[in-house]
């Protein structure tokens, strides 16, 4: 009875744990996809910078996540799935939510309430496809 409980324990916390690590988000397509990219294919990752070379965007993707590297790993595979090999960070904030589960009175004995806080990330990233500038690169 013992290990069946506790295994019951390890797999909720292990959902728990997949849960917290995981980013959620959405795309606007802005511009024309492109063929998606293999999971070797490099991506740039610019942070609060323009990029030193001409982009076209394919799109907007706003992102909520724990962990910087959660959001980027998001962003990345939006940027894959739509042929981008460029991601620029536009925007980035912070987002707390508080949580309240009041406390119980039974008979004589009440316990007190349980307040917790979640404090995550929320970013607007644009991803774009470099643009092969066909005058210069025929000069060199």
């Not at 998606?36 to 323009?50: G, N, Q, T, W």
């Not at 960070?89 to 406390?103: F, I």
Request: proline share 4%; charged share 20%.
């Amino acid at each position: 009875m013992f290990l069946k409980n506790r295994n019951r324990v390890f797999s909720g916390a292990f959902f728990v744990f997949v849960l917290a690590n995981c980013a959620t988000g959405n795309l606007t397509i802005t511009g024309k996809p492109y063929p998606a990219l293999s999971e070797v294919d490099p991506i740039d990752v610019i942070l609060r910078a323009a990029p030193d070379y001409q982009v076209e965007q394919i799109g907007i993707v706003e992102v909520k996540c724990g962990e910087m590297s959660d959001c980027i790993e998001y962003v990345k595979e939006k940027a894959r799935e739509n042929g981008a090999d460029v991601m620029i960070l536009a925007q980035s904030g912070t987002v707390t939510s508080v949580q309240y589960r009041p406390g119980m009175n039974v008979g004589n004995t009440s316990t007190p309430g349980h307040m917790s806080t979640t404090t995550d990330q929320i970013q607007t990233w644009e991803i774009s496809k470099k643009v092969k500038n066909t005058v210069l690169d025929s000069k060199r």
